[in-house]
């Protein structure tokens, strides 16, 4: 079951967004130096849009954009405190010396800037913080924002020139006699794919199923399985950041779904055959479907609406077997890449080949994905193998995190979508 993050009383409350569009960008750390321009505005919405995917922005500005722009709105819009001066604390080391960072991204870059990176000049804050991440090598994406004739200035050119293969330059769109500063939402398409947004998943639509469910024998009591819905959001998260669009239909785990899915919550196997049915008939074509919830595979034939009193001495209850969500995939998305998930218990591997060779040939998927959870997986649940069983092929993947797991298999699913 999802639980809602509590913002702590220190916690900047504009980074309520942060993830809010996907989490391609979680653990990356972008400086956004901001040169004088009157295109400088536009920073603003390009901070907001790396950290609703997931970035941590601080901004460095130089005197003239502070003269058009109050830092306190670099400050609102990132949540960090904005770099308008160099001090003692050495804040162009802090943000620029040997991965300190993981981006430079000059936005707007006017022709004064360019010319200081190009010829080593380090007299502001902004061209200071640009001199040392190039010496480190952190790499630098520039954004060029100036009248068309500057643009076309020989000297200009030449630093244009000399920085290329150092510098990623993102054009600037010529129009009304100016090379005017790319807008915002290209600006960050450029930084995904250098992040890892994947060719072949992006934009791709997935539906997907994670966690437990739990049957209620009365009000207050259920039975369940112990998945935690790990793995499932794991997997959900790495898709994500790969540009796919991911739905998320998600049974009551511990983990909290990541931002970027779509996510409907249910708590039992009726609620999740009914919602995954629910989403298969809609007319949009899916991609991809991911079976990956531990789905109770009976629930109690009559349900107490009272609650069963604690006098009796035995308790009969007669179980009925639920229906297999997978099977209703490929009845309406025919199409779309079907994957499931099996597991079996202290049983040899060619054993669970079989078993996930069965599954696949009875529910039409393509992929399954198959482990033991038995004695030595609850040894430490947090560490798991697969066996990625599909048509052809098996792969297994060795003991890994849960974390790399999920990385194998975005991998598998990449190749198979080629």
């Known amino acids: 079951m999802a639980v809602k993050k509590k913002i702590k009383t220190d916690d900047h409350l504009s980074l309520d967004i942060v993830s809010s569009h996907g989490t391609e960008l979680s653990g990356k750390r972008i400086v956004l130096c901001v040169a004088g321009s009157v295109a400088a505005y536009k920073a603003i919405e390009l901070a907001r849009l790396l950290i609703r995917h997931g970035a941590d922005v601080t901004c460095v500005a130089s005197s003239a954009v502070t003269r058009l722009i109050r830092p306190d709105y670099f400050k609102w819009a990132t949540g960090n405190d904005v770099i308008t001066k160099l001090t003692g604390r050495l804040e162009h080391v802090r943000l620029a010396d040997y991965r300190r960072s993981d981006l430079l991204i000059v936005y707007p870059g006017t022709a004064n800037t360019l010319g200081k990176l190009a010829n080593g000049i380090d007299d502001t804050p902004v061209s200071t913080v640009l001199t040392v991440g190039f010496g480190s090598k952190i790499p630098i994406m520039m954004c060029l924002a100036m009248h068309e004739s500057m643009y076309e200035n020989s000297a200009v050119k030449k630093n244009i020139n000399f920085l290329k293969g150092k510098v990623q330059f993102v054009d600037p769109q010529i129009a009304e006699g100016k090379a005017k500063a790319p807008e915002p939402e290209y600006v960050l398409e450029e930084v995904l794919d250098r992040f890892g947004v994947s060719p072949v998943l992006k934009n791709k639509k997935v539906l997907m199923t994670a966690g437990p469910t739990i049957e209620y024998i009365d009000p207050v009591r259920v039975i369940t399985n112990i998945s935690t819905g790990k793995t499932g959001v794991l997997l959900a998260s790495e898709l994500i950041s790969a540009g796919a669009r991911v739905s998320m239909i998600y049974g009551p785990g511990y983990e909290r779904p990541p931002k970027g899915a779509k996510v409907t919550n249910v708590k039992t196997s009726k609620e999740m055959f009914d919602a995954t049915k629910k989403e298969l008939k809609k007319k949009k074509k899916l991609d991809v479907v991911i079976m990956a ?126």
Do not use: C, H
Request: proline residues 2%.
């Open 293 to 418: 919830a531990a789905v109770s595979d009976y629930t109690p034939e009559n349900f107490s609406r009272a609650k069963i009193k604690s006098t009796r001495e035995y308790l009969d209850i007669r179980f009925k077997k639920t229906p297999k969500i997978i099977d209703l995939v490929k009845k309406y998305q025919k199409d779309a890449f079907l994957i499931g998930f099996k597991a079996g218990t202290d049983i040899s591997q060619s054993n669970l080949i079989k078993l996930a060779q069965k599954k696949m040939s009875d529910s039409g998927a393509d992929m399954i994905i198959a482990n033991d959870i038995g004695r030595e997986y609850q040894k430490n649940p947090q560490i798991n193998r697969v066996l990625i069983v599909d048509k052809n092929n098996v792969r297994v993947s060795g003991w890994k995190k849960k974390e790399m797991i999920v990385k194998f298999i975005k991998r598998e699913i990449e190749n198979k979508l080629k």
